[in-house]
């Protein structure tokens, strides 16, 4: 039911202009109190100067005859009037508390999602003031327009408030001008054929589905807004514009509600939270001394507290249990695994802030945490049997207060298997601390140490609670990015849209391989550090962010600009400019490489995946190269394996790594997620190798050894094989179609059982390498020669290509089983060589037009 | 008018004074936090951060009195200061009742302060008239 007549909250909205008249009149009423106050005090200075003995200066002396002085002139018409001004004062004051506080605010018999299940329950109880306010106005343009209900533009018209710094936020991160949009939405609205075209009880719904969802007992502007974005036109379309939608206004509108929620918390006088935050003065009167372990260890508790109350977002599950364990009976230590940047600190943080506000378990309350500087201790420290000796004492120390959790960043490399300068191995002396419940400790470490170094020490890890710390959500992400701009933005002077944050969030989880958060806090504070040196704009879009990875990462992001759109469209153009012949294949890749670029790309694998079948030295590597030139911008984004190299199943811990090395593929891959990936002469890998790729191929990921996931969804997979090339050399000599050819050699494959039908089967295509003709290679001979053409031509001197000596290339380069393999040490061993020697003799200077001799490939000066 | 007067009423006498006793609670209970109250009394009589001796093996009469009277002073010390600290506590929640109390009942009479204020007022104008 929906009836904002009888709501309570329509009390509010009939009174709002007598106590806006109220309000007024107390303004009014503080001036005159400021006057009256004044002119009380003059007329009492005479009485002072009167009744004041100068001889006699005692300060209570002095008290007493200013406050008889104020007494006496307060007795007087002033003095009356300053008492009914003041009076006034106070009963207004109070009711403009009631009228904000209660009248704005009904208290409100059930909650909201119960509400929503009840038919007698009246949902126009809980609409904030403002959305009753716009409902208000929307309901009575509707009667004017003749209309049964608002209709979505009619709400939206009213819901656009240029005054409410709510809505303002919402469309100005979103981009929106907010007063074009009103005024194009009342141009719409002067059409006199306006007809209702959505169930006004439908948005009602959604929007206190929307409040629910949100954990809110009202229905605010934004649940509305968001509602409205999804069948709105007009808003629809903008948005659409704007390639958002309504999860996205949703979104915002959550962000400025937290914010809001945030502050009045924070500005709430008296609440228990806002007290405590001043810290507490007789907490270590209760405890032991730490005097050397507060000499060489960092105090996080006091950093956590400095940087005031922060939202905990993320981790909850993990602060929990670090919790449990550290609040348990028996060794209470905690082992914090998790990549670089996936937020142990900040799971630490979170524990210190409920440690501080008393909001976790009562063990851990009043701690101090102190993270243990064993660099500095050793820096300091001369000797190793001092370093130990003192270590040993700070444990103690540790011990003896009562109120430490210890911290010890890099845990791994303290366990002696590291042999680094400053680093100490403190195996020996923490073990018989570890087993001592007195001590409660948190160590911090990465899935690579917790695998190497700790995991060596059974004795030590046995002590520890392992947590893994897994990567937090982009949802999240987006939260703690949200919750970071406010003072991102207060420093540098920057705005920064939606729009921008989002695709911070997008691109950081699409093309930087360390975990989120810190990947996406570290591109925010870039985006605010570019745009300050690069600002003339105060604002920053979603380009400024694409610019930023696109200089970082060097992948082309962001829309795609006419330029790139010619090089997609022209791609087989420009990989014929590389490699000759091979129509199909190009075609094939070329078509690959539009479909992922513009979007239409279906599935989680690979950018494009292709198998490349022919003889040797017909072009597939060379394909390969040109490809990653063209699209990558070089042939250094190139993971090349040769595969023949991977002939034995230990060789799998080569490519995805192991303890003692990287893994060729997965490091190669995390460190370049935006690169062709070549495996050369792929049927010679160990099969056991190759099922490894069928995960790759499937799902675009692969686990590396600690388990890490290591995306290739922007990586293009090229395989080249020349297995079955014999038949691909009789088809071709019995003239057969491409596709018969392609039939011949598959069924050639699977029936000798070099490839699996599951492994073909997952590649986008199967490309075949025909034999190069005798034009082709003049072709290649004539692309080879070109380039020593345009070397010479920096040097001034004219070489001139003839056919003769291109013939004479393709006879002695070409062999039937290696194609045109050879031609490249032909022209090295007699092109090259012989003009080298005959620059060298100065046979040739700048200026020169030379030719070779094509059966001895003597220097001809022409 | 009926409606908005009751209203006035139950948020003035109800809503509004439940709010005052809130946030008296949340002082008492900050200054348990912030004097560390409870800790202060269950470790009145430890001694002062955590210092004392252990005997050694062996006994010896002079050493064993040496001790005892070292750990004595320890304990003594660390009475004195949180015993201060303590009263301090005593104190602020003193003056939060006393503030409280009487914020709570100037809140409660506040309607007819009001009118005894514009009363006394219109009397001290035609007073002196």
């Given at each position: 039911m929906?009836?904002l007549?009888?709501?309570?909250?329509?009390?509010?909205?009939?009174?709002?202009?007598n106590?806006?008249a109220?309000?007024?009149?107390?303004?009014?009423?503080?001036?005159?109190?400021?006057?009256?106050?004044?002119?009380?005090?003059?007329n009492?200075?005479?009485?002072?100067?009167?009744?004041?003995d100068?001889?006699n200066?005692?300060?209570?002396?002095?008290?007493?005859?200013?406050l008889q002085?104020?007494?006496?002139?307060?007795?007087?018409?002033?003095?009356?009037f300053l008492?009914?001004?003041?009076s006034?004062?106070?009963?207004?004051?109070?009711l403009?508390?009631?009228?904000?506080n209660?009248?704005?605010?009904?208290?409100l018999?059930?909650?909201?999602?119960?509400?929503?299940?009840?038919?007698?329950?009246?949902?126009?109880?809980?609409?904030?003031?403002?959305?009753?306010?716009?409902?208000?106005?929307?309901?009575?343009?509707?009667?004017?327009?003749?209309?049964?209900?608002?209709?979505?533009?009619?709400?939206?018209?009213?819901?656009?408030?240029?005054?409410n710094?709510?809505?303002?936020f919402l469309?100005?991160?979103l981009s929106?001008?907010?007063?074009?949009f009103?005024?194009l939405?009342?141009?719409?609205?002067?059409?006199?054929?306006?007809?209702?075209?959505?169930?006004f009880?439908n948005?009602?719904?959604?929007?206190?589905?929307?409040?629910?969802?949100?954990?809110?007992?009202?229905?605010?502007?934004?649940?509305?807004?968001s509602?409205l974005a999804?069948?709105?036109p007009n808003?629809?379309?903008?948005?659409?514009d704007l390639?958002?939608?309504?999860?996205?206004?949703?979104?915002?509108?959550?962000?400025?509600?937290?914010?809001?929620?945030?502050l009045?918390?924070?500005q709430?006088?008296?609440?228990y939270?806002?007290?405590?935050?001043?810290?507490?003065?007789?907490?270590?009167?209760?405890y032991?001394?730490?005097?050397?372990l507060?000499?060489f260890?960092?105090?996080?508790?006091?950093?956590?507290?400095n940087?005031?109350?922060?939202e905990?977002?993320?981790n909850?599950?993990?602060?929990e249990?670090?919790?449990?364990?550290?609040?348990?009976?028996?060794?209470?230590?905690?082992?914090?695994?998790?990549?670089?940047?996936?937020?142990?600190?900040?799971v630490?943080h979170?524990?210190?802030?409920?440690?501080?506000?008393h909001?976790?378990?009562?063990?851990?309350w009043?701690?101090?945490?102190?993270?243990?500087?064993?660099?500095?201790?050793?820096?300091?420290v001369s000797?190793?049997?001092?370093?130990?000796?003192?270590?040993?004492?700070?444990?103690?120390e540790?011990?003896?207060?009562?109120?430490?959790?210890?911290?010890?960043?890099?845990?791994?490399?303290?366990?002696?298997?590291?042999?680094?300068?400053?680093i100490?191995?403190i195996?020996?002396i923490?073990?018989?601390?570890?087993d001592?419940?007195?001590?409660?400790?948190?160590?911090?470490?990465t899935?690579?140490?917790?695998?190497k170094y700790?995991?060596?020490?059974?004795?030590?890890?046995?002590?520890f609670?392992?947590?893994?710390i897994?990567?937090?959500?982009?949802?999240e992400?987006?939260?703690?990015?949200?919750?970071m701009?406010f003072y991102?933005?207060k420093e540098?002077?920057?705005?920064?849209?939606?729009?921008?944050?989002?695709?911070?969030?997008?691109?950081?989880?699409?093309?930087i391989?360390?975990?989120?958060?810190?990947?996406?806090?570290?591109?925010?504070?870039?985006?605010?550090?570019?745009?300050?040196?690069?600002?003339?704009?105060?604002l920053?879009?979603?380009?400024?962010?694409?610019?930023?990875?696109?200089?970082?990462?060097?992948?082309p992001?962001?829309?795609?600009?006419?330029?790139?759109?010619?090089?997609?469209?022209?791609?087989?153009?420009?990989?014929?400019k590389?490699?000759?012949?091979?129509?199909?294949?190009?075609?094939?890749?070329?078509s690959?490489?539009?479909?992922a670029?513009?979007?239409?790309?279906t599935?989680?694998?690979p950018m494009?995946?292709?198998?490349?079948?022919?003889p040797?030295?017909?072009?597939?590597?060379e394909?390969?190269?040109?490809?990653?030139?063209?699209?990558?911008?070089s042939?250094?984004?190139?993971?090349?394996?040769?595969?023949?190299?991977?002939?034995?199943?230990?060789?799998i811990?080569?490519?995805?790594?192991?303890?003692?090395?990287?893994?060729?593929?997965?490091?190669g891959?995390?460190?370049?997620p935006?690169?062709l990936?070549?495996?050369?002469?792929?049927?010679?890998?160990?099969?056991?190798?190759?099922?490894?790729f069928?995960?790759?191929?499937?799902?675009?990921?692969?686990?590396?050894?600690?388990?890490n996931?290591?995306?290739?969804?922007?990586t293009?997979?090229?395989?080249?094989s020349?297995?079955g090339?014999?038949?691909?050399?009789?088809?071709?000599?019995?003239?057969?179609p491409?596709?018969?050819?392609?039939?011949?050699l598959?069924?050639?494959?699977?029936?000798?059982?070099?490839?699996?039908?599951?492994?073909?089967?997952?590649?986008?295509?199967?490309?075949?390498f025909?034999?190069?003709?005798?034009?082709?290679?003049?072709?290649?001979?004539?692309?080879?020669?070109?380039?020593?053409v345009?070397?010479?031509?920096?040097?001034?001197?004219?070489?001139?290509?003839?056919?003769?000596l291109?013939?004479?290339?393709?006879?002695?380069?070409f062999?039937?089983?290696?194609?045109?393999?050879?031609?490249?040490?032909v022209?090295?061993?007699k092109?090259?060589n012989?003009?080298?020697?005959?620059?060298?003799?100065?046979?040739?200077?700048?200026?020169n037009?030379?030719?070779?001799?094509?059966?001895?490939?003597?220097?001809?000066l022409? | 008018?009926?409606s908005?007067?009751?209203?006035?009423?139950?948020?003035?006498?109800?809503?509004?004074?439940?709010?005052?006793?809130?946030?008296?609670k949340?002082?008492?209970?900050?200054?348990?936090?912030?004097?560390?109250?409870?800790e202060?009394?269950?470790?009145?009589f430890?001694?002062?951060?955590?210092?004392?001796?252990?005997?050694?093996?062996?006994?010896?009469?002079?050493?064993?009195l040496n001790?005892?009277?070292g750990?004595l002073?320890s304990?003594?010390?660390?009475?004195?200061?949180?015993?201060?600290?303590?009263?301090?506590?005593?104190g602020?929640?003193?003056?939060?009742?006393?503030?409280?109390?009487?914020?709570?009942?100037?809140?409660?009479?506040?309607?007819i302060?009001v009118?005894?204020?514009?009363f006394?007022?219109?009397?001290?104008i035609?007073?002196?008239?």
């Amino acid at each position: 039911m929906f009836n904002l007549k009888q709501a309570e909250i329509s009390l509010a909205l009939k009174t709002e202009k007598n106590f806006k008249a109220l309000f007024v009149l107390r303004k009014i009423l503080v001036f005159i109190v400021i006057i009256l106050t004044l002119l009380w005090l003059y007329n009492s200075i005479p009485l002072i100067s009167k009744n004041l003995d100068f001889n006699n200066f005692e300060p209570l002396y002095v008290l007493l005859v200013i406050l008889q002085a104020l007494i006496i002139s307060a007795i007087s018409q002033t003095g009356g009037f300053l008492l009914i001004a003041l009076s006034l004062n106070f009963w207004l004051k109070s009711l403009n508390d009631f009228f904000e506080n209660g009248l704005k605010n009904p208290q409100l018999k059930i909650n909201l999602a119960t509400a929503s299940q009840d038919p007698n329950s009246n949902l126009a109880d809980y609409l904030n003031f403002n959305s009753a306010k716009y409902l208000s106005s929307s309901f009575k343009l509707a009667e004017k327009l003749k209309l049964g209900a608002p209709s979505s533009t009619i709400l939206l018209y009213n819901f656009l408030d240029e005054k409410n710094p709510k809505i303002i936020f919402l469309f100005s991160r979103l981009s929106i001008d907010i007063v074009e949009f009103k005024k194009l939405l009342k141009e719409i609205l002067s059409n006199p054929n306006i007809e209702p075209t959505e169930n006004f009880g439908n948005i009602i719904f959604e929007a206190t589905q929307s409040a629910i969802k949100r954990g809110s007992e009202r229905i605010k502007e934004g649940d509305i807004l968001s509602v409205l974005a999804d069948i709105e036109p007009n808003f629809k379309k903008i948005l659409t514009d704007l390639e958002i939608g309504r999860s996205d206004v949703e979104n915002v509108s959550w962000w400025i509600e937290s914010a809001n929620n945030r502050l009045k918390s924070n500005q709430a006088f008296g609440s228990y939270e806002n007290l405590i935050k001043s810290g507490q003065v007789a907490n270590d009167l209760t405890y032991g001394y730490t005097i050397t372990l507060d000499k060489f260890s960092i105090d996080w508790t006091t950093t956590v507290r400095n940087r005031g109350y922060e939202e905990i977002i993320g981790n909850s599950d993990e602060i929990e249990l670090a919790e449990k364990i550290l609040s348990r009976k028996g060794p209470r230590n905690v082992l914090l695994v998790g990549e670089i940047g996936s937020g142990r600190k900040s799971v630490i943080h979170s524990l210190i802030k409920k440690s501080l506000y008393h909001q976790s378990v009562p063990e851990i309350w009043n701690k101090r945490f102190l993270q243990l500087d064993l660099v500095a201790l050793s820096s300091v420290v001369s000797s190793s049997e001092k370093t130990e000796a003192t270590i040993a004492k700070c444990l103690n120390e540790a011990v003896q207060a009562g109120n430490v959790v210890l911290i010890i960043n890099d845990f791994h490399d303290f366990l002696g298997a590291a042999r680094k300068a400053g680093i100490t191995d403190i195996s020996g002396i923490l073990l018989p601390y570890l087993d001592d419940p007195r001590l409660q400790m948190i160590c911090l470490t990465t899935p690579q140490g917790l695998h190497k170094y700790i995991e060596a020490k059974p004795a030590i890890l046995n002590l520890f609670e392992k947590i893994e710390i897994p990567e937090i959500s982009s949802e999240e992400t987006l939260l703690i990015l949200q919750n970071m701009v406010f003072y991102l933005e207060k420093e540098y002077g920057k705005f920064i849209t939606y729009e921008a944050i989002k695709e911070i969030v997008e691109l950081s989880g699409k093309y930087i391989s360390t975990p989120y958060p810190q990947k996406a806090i570290s591109l925010l504070q870039d985006a605010f550090t570019y745009s300050s040196q690069h600002g003339d704009t105060n604002l920053i879009l979603p380009e400024h962010i694409d610019q930023i990875l696109t200089q970082k990462t060097k992948i082309p992001l962001g829309k795609i600009n006419s330029e790139e759109k010619a090089a997609l469209l022209n791609m087989e153009t420009a990989l014929h400019k590389r490699v000759i012949s091979q129509e199909e294949a190009i075609k094939e890749i070329s078509s690959a490489m539009r479909r992922a670029r513009s979007g239409m790309k279906t599935g989680k694998g690979p950018m494009g995946s292709f198998l490349f079948l022919g003889p040797t030295g017909v072009g597939k590597t060379e394909t390969a190269k040109a490809l990653a030139e063209i699209y990558f911008g070089s042939e250094d984004r190139m993971v090349r394996l040769d595969m023949s190299e991977f002939q034995r199943v230990e060789d799998i811990s080569r490519l995805i790594g192991s303890e003692t090395q990287n893994g060729i593929l997965t490091t190669g891959v995390r460190d370049n997620p935006f690169s062709l990936v070549l495996l050369d002469e792929i049927e010679k890998a160990y099969p056991d190798i190759l099922n490894l790729f069928l995960q790759v191929l499937d799902e675009g990921y692969v686990n590396d050894n600690f388990g890490n996931k290591v995306n290739f969804t922007n990586t293009i997979i090229i395989a080249t094989s020349n297995a079955g090339y014999k038949v691909i050399l009789e088809s071709i000599k019995e003239n057969k179609p491409t596709e018969e050819i392609k039939k011949d050699l598959l069924d050639y494959v699977f029936t000798n059982n070099l490839f699996r039908p599951e492994l073909i089967n997952r590649f986008d295509g199967v490309v075949i390498f025909k034999s190069l003709t005798q034009t082709d290679l003049q072709q290649i001979a004539g692309l080879q020669l070109n380039k020593i053409v345009s070397n010479l031509k920096k040097k001034k001197i004219e070489f001139i290509v003839t056919p003769e000596l291109k013939n004479k290339i393709v006879e002695l380069g070409f062999h039937p089983v290696f194609g045109a393999r050879e031609m490249k040490r032909v022209i090295q061993d007699k092109v090259e060589n012989s003009i080298a020697k005959a620059l060298l003799g100065d046979k040739i200077v700048p200026g020169n037009k030379i030719e070779l001799n094509p059966v001895n490939f003597d220097v001809i000066l022409k | 008018m009926t409606s908005l007067v009751l209203k006035y009423i139950d948020w003035h006498y109800f809503q509004k004074t439940g709010r005052i006793l809130t946030i008296i609670k949340n002082f008492i209970a900050f200054a348990l936090y912030f004097f560390s109250a409870k800790e202060l009394v269950l470790s009145l009589f430890a001694p002062w951060k955590n210092l004392v001796e252990k005997p050694e093996r062996g006994f010896d009469l002079g050493n064993y009195l040496n001790i005892i009277a070292g750990n004595l002073v320890s304990i003594i010390i660390g009475f004195i200061i949180r015993a201060v600290f303590l009263i301090i506590f005593f104190g602020f929640v003193s003056i939060v009742l006393i503030v409280g109390i009487l914020a709570f009942l100037l809140w409660i009479f506040l309607p007819i302060i009001v009118v005894i204020g514009i009363f006394l007022g219109i009397k001290l104008i035609f007073n002196y008239v």
